[in-house]
């Protein structure tokens, strides 16, 4: 049973993580363009089967998979902003629907491609550490760690870069940020592009340890804004944070309760803390 | 008296909006609140409204208590505010505004016998005429009539200011609160702005005005209130309040240093 | 002159069927039609009160569900079965509209959580296997009797089925067109123009918001109390959220400022896929293209190019 319990645990800080990381980008893109992105989780999906055909099937390494994939989501993030979000800045609705035709688009692009058939890698890493009887998947660590390295990077750049400062300026007061030289329109794009790197990149680790389906962008971007709404919006760690807040407890919560409703929990507890507590639960007011 | 207001006090977190602030209006009158930005004026407003809810104090309306009202409550009662940036739609003409705005009068007209007119439009018939006559008034009042076909997005941000004070009038308000309504007009729209209030207090309306411009002020208000971080420095008749001791230096003083 | 193109397109609705001979047409007519009114209704709540529900499925599915289940497994009579539904569907309305506005909810948020109300609901029917049948969906076979002089007809044919669809366009175009011209089409419009000034002008907003969403959703009800005797099959995906956003599209292919154009919306976009010979995933790919042109390119819709904006009076 204890062995169980850890063993969701520590899945559950993984998926955890990668929910985490598409909800940095929605929270950035948000903060910085007024936008709540779900084509995010497209982009997540896309970054996974990029990762997928470049490993299997051309037969790169891994990590230049990852990255090439990577690169590829970013250029296509960068398309969509100058072709499409650029138009509906600090538009909140419209943003929200151009963002959903996105993901229907991109979501049937590669059901057309590479069809609904599940897709798997064969083992990247294989083996596992055995750390005091429990059996750690190496690739499961190795992930988990790469995420945690890219979002405390993020986060140091964040406060430690000039980019970084103008973004966070820029977030807290657009008209002052601009008086102080900051470009806003450039920094709107950089800052959704670098977004849809992040969410390339959570799909291009997630490829390596689970199925690929088309419909996991979905999924996985509900599972973001879950989370970056748990941790208020706007929050960068927070969004790490909440994301595995949310892993975890479907992790534990699977082992206690009924799976089918596994989603609905999460549901229930989202709606629960925008009503209660709108700010999220790492917010200040 | 027709509204009390005593010891209004508000606070956000650690902040005191409006401390302690007591004062009263009588029919008929014209009163200002003025004051320097972040003095208190508009969250008085806004409490009286309803639209903020008071930490301490009491709300008088005509013998009534109406602290913890909503604010819609507020309105039908007859206390109506204004907004310093009118909200309006682009592609709708005064009219379309005039008319989104007439909802009280039938409420007030026909309660419950509204639910008739879903499946019998012709039941309001009169109503609506009387409405479509309140509306011609008010544009003739406000000085909009020329305009009433025109789109919100081809007028003049006076005229902006101008609909929103005619929508406010389409509620029958006893007490209209304005909030700024001389904020970013030119010259001479103050002076037309001037007029129409005076109309509006002959027409039977009692008025409480903010703004920080004094001129416009001294000349309209029989009697003032100034604001100074959130207490009440003075009140009595504009000119006394204009000249005493405490405003010259909470208000112009700090102004002309 | 616009004011009467909704009756001209009515008596020629009501002639077209001297003229179509096919019944592969009437299908696409008739979906267009029962599609058409869930996007009429959905406008109620988003083009007229600036309220964007991601709900609307989820009303659709549940009163199809309870009228087939009513129907099928009780035996109940049809028109019976209609009243149940629509009387759970607008508990539902009110109690997710109260939360969500008592809350003050508003665009994102408000959208986030009438999506997390919707999906709980599907997954309770997916999850209901005993009573809903789970994911593999409900065959409804039963067909619903009209009396007529000459004893009971049966609803089937496609015909039949035709003025069916169209009959419930009208009933729940005549619903809104009311709402609209009375005095609650102006609180609405004041909702929509500001909260604040609204509530300022005596708008009960929590009321007239309430209002809004609980008509609007029991009409998308009567819809799918419909649909599902018009399929003869019910499925979970009645209630996706992607069913919500065939409806948003829809409203802003036709126009989100009147009333007609989500009509035309609804029947451009169910007729698209079969006009041109599309497969799944292409009419998905270009429902998303749609979504977004109208969005950037023509924000008032096919009716809004020929008309003034009227919506708010």
């Known amino acids: ?285 | 008296m027709l509204f009390e207001a005593r010891g209004l006090t508000k606070r956000f977190g650690g902040l005191t909006a409006v401390s302690d602030v007591s004062f009263g209006i009588d029919e008929g009158e014209i009163i200002g609140i003025f004051g320097p930005n972040g003095s208190g004026k508009t969250t008085t407003l806004s409490l009286i409204a309803g639209m903020l809810a008071p930490t301490a104090g009491d709300l008088v309306w005509q013998g009534q208590g109406i602290v913890g009202r909503r604010p819609f409550e507020i309105a039908e009662m007859g206390i109506v505010k204004t907004f310093q940036n009118p909200q309006l739609f682009p592609e709708l003409t005064v009219l379309d505004h005039m008319r989104i705005a007439s909802h009280l009068g039938f409420k007030r007209a026909l309660g419950a016998r509204r639910l008739f007119t879903l499946v019998w439009p012709w039941a309001a018939a009169d109503i609506e005429s009387g409405a479509d006559a309140k509306m011609k008034d008010m544009l003739h009042l406000c000085r909009l009539t020329e305009a009433r076909n025109e789109k919100a997005a081809a007028l003049s941000y006076g005229a902006e200011k101008m609909l929103g004070v005619a929508m406010a009038m389409m509620c029958d308000p006893k007490l209209l609160l304005l909030d700024e309504p001389a904020s970013g007009l030119g010259q001479e729209e103050i002076v037309n702005l001037e007029a129409v209030l005076r109309d509006l207090r002959a027409h039977g309306v009692t008025l409480c005005i903010i703004d920080h411009k004094v001129g416009f002020l001294g000349r309209l208000a029989d009697r003032s209130i100034a604001l100074a971080h959130g207490a009440m420095i003075a009140q009595g008749a504009t000119r006394d309040v204009l000249a005493s001791d405490a405003v010259v230096e909470a208000y112009l003083g700090r102004k002309h240093a | 002159m616009m004011r009467f193109v909704p009756l001209v397109a009515l008596a020629c609705a009501l002639a077209a069927p001297l003229f179509i001979r096919s019944d592969s047409t009437f299908a696409i007519v008739t979906f267009g039609l029962l599609l058409a009114s869930l996007a009429v209704s959905f406008n109620l709540i988003f083009g007229f009160t600036g309220q964007l529900s991601f709900f609307h499925a989820a009303s659709f599915g549940v009163a199809a569900y309870i009228t087939a289940i009513l129907v099928s497994d009780y035996r109940w009579n049809f028109w019976l079965a209609i009243g149940p539904a629509l009387a759970t569907v607008a508990m539902l309305a009110l109690v997710v509209g109260a939360i969500c506005f008592r809350f003050k909810l508003r665009e994102f948020y408000f959208a986030v959580v009438t999506m997390a109300f919707s999906e709980m609901i599907r997954l309770v029917v997916v999850n209901w296997n005993s009573v809903t049948n789970g994911t593999l969906g409900m065959t409804v076979t039963a067909q619903p009797t009209l009396w007529s002089p000459s004893g009971p007809v049966a609803l089937s044919g496609a015909r039949v089925w035709y003025y069916v669809a169209l009959a419930v366009l009208v009933v729940t175009y005549v619903v809104c067109q009311r709402v609209l011209a009375s005095w609650i089409g102006r609180c609405f419009a004041a909702i929509r123009l500001n909260e604040q000034l609204g509530e300022t002008l005596g708008v009960n907003v929590f009321l007239y918001k309430l209002l809004s969403f609980v008509i609007g959703s029991v009409l998308a009800g009567l819809v799918g109390c419909f649909y599902g005797f018009y399929t003869g099959f019910i499925e979970p995906q009645y209630l996706s959220i992607t069913q919500s956003l065939d409806i948003i599209s829809m409203v802003l292919l036709g126009g989100v400022s009147s009333l007609f154009g989500p009509v035309i919306g609804g029947l451009v976009l169910t007729a698209l896929p079969h006009v041109i010979d599309l497969t799944a995933e292409l009419r998905i790919i270009l429902y998303g293209a749609i979504l977004i042109f109208v969005i950037l390119v023509m924000p008032r819709g096919i009716f809004g190019l020929f008309e003034r904006p009227h919506h708010a009076v």
């Open chain 1, 1 to 285: 049973m204890i062995q169980l319990i850890i063993g969701q645990l520590l899945n559950g800080a993984i998926v955890g993580s990668l929910y985490g990381i598409v909800a940095l980008g929605i929270t950035l893109t948000f903060g910085i363009t007024g936008i709540v992105n779900f084509a995010l989780g497209a982009f997540m999906m896309l970054g996974a089967y990029f990762t997928w055909y470049g490993y299997e099937l051309i037969g790169l390494p891994y990590p230049i998979a990852v990255i090439v994939a990577v690169l590829l989501v970013a250029t296509l993030g960068l398309v969509a902003d100058l072709g499409l979000f650029r138009f509906t800045r600090n538009n909140l609705v419209n943003g929200l629907l151009v963002s959903i035709g996105l993901i229907s688009i991109i979501e049937a692009s590669v059901l057309l491609t590479w069809t609904s058939t599940p897709k798997d890698l064969s083992y990247v890493l294989p083996g596992s550490l055995r750390v005091g009887g429990i059996l750690l998947p190496k690739i499961k660590l190795a992930v988990f760690a790469v995420l945690l390295l890219v979002i405390a990077s993020t986060y140091l750049a964040l406060t430690r870069t000039w980019i970084g400062r103008a973004a966070f300026a820029y977030a807290q007061n657009p008209e002052a940020a601009a008086l102080m030289g900051v470009k806003t329109n450039r920094l709107q794009t950089i800052v959704t592009v670098y977004s849809t790197a992040l969410a390339g990149l959570g799909g291009a680790l997630y490829a390596s340890l689970y199925s690929l389906e088309p419909t996991i962008g979905a999924y996985y971007v509900l599972k973001a804004v879950e989370s970056a709404i748990l941790a208020g919006i706007g929050n960068t760690i927070g969004a790490l944070v909440g994301g595995i807040i949310i892993g975890i407890s479907e992790g534990i919560g699977s082992v206690f309760l009924p799976t089918a409703f596994r989603d609905a929990y999460g549901m229930l507890f989202l709606v629960l803390i925008l009503l209660f507590k709108p700010s999220g639960l790492l917010g200040s007011k």
